[in-house]
Nanobody, 125 residues
Framework: QVQLAESGGGLVQAGDSLRLSCTASGRGFAINAMAWVRQAPGKAREVVAAIDWAGRTTRYTEDVQGRFTISRDNGKSTVYLRMNSLRPEDTAIYFC??????????????????WGQGTQVTVSS
């Protein structure tokens, strides 16, 4: 059974940084894209960052471009999200997700089949 475990969320002030981690277990994901998806209260889920299977191609939603960095370590089955210059509007539950179809990269939440439980990120002004 596939399991994704996120960590690293918390309460921070605007301008602070956080690093989220997500470790996969149950099977390997070395050929699958991984993503960080967030959901703010009353809003739909959105992919904020995605990384291809090799870690060579990354994509970001426009409002985190230049502030967030996604990376992965396939040897540790772990994906990271470094978040700098956090803003109150970044407040959300952040989920780690894996696309079950190998060798593609999507910014659509519906393309990701495996999800973690999420970690809360709260940014105060």
């Amino acid at each position: 059974q596939v399991q994704l475990a996120e960590s690293g969320g918390g309460l921070v002030q605007a301008g602070d940084s956080l690093r989220l981690s997500c470790t996969a277990s149950g099977r390997g994901f070395a050929i699958n894209a991984m993503a960080w998806v967030r959901q703010a209260p009353g809003k739909a889920r959105e992919v904020v960052a995605a990384i291809d299977w090799a870690g060579r191609t990354t994509r970001y939603t426009e409002d985190v471009q230049g502030r967030f960095t996604i990376s992965r370590d396939n040897g540790k089955s772990t994906v990271y999200l470094r978040m700098n210059s956090l803003r109150p509007e970044d407040t959300a539950i952040y989920f780690c997700a894996v696309d079950d179809t190998p060798f593609k990269l999507s910014m659509s939440p519906s393309e990701y089949e495996h999800w973690g439980q999420g970690t809360q990120v709260t940014v105060s002004s």
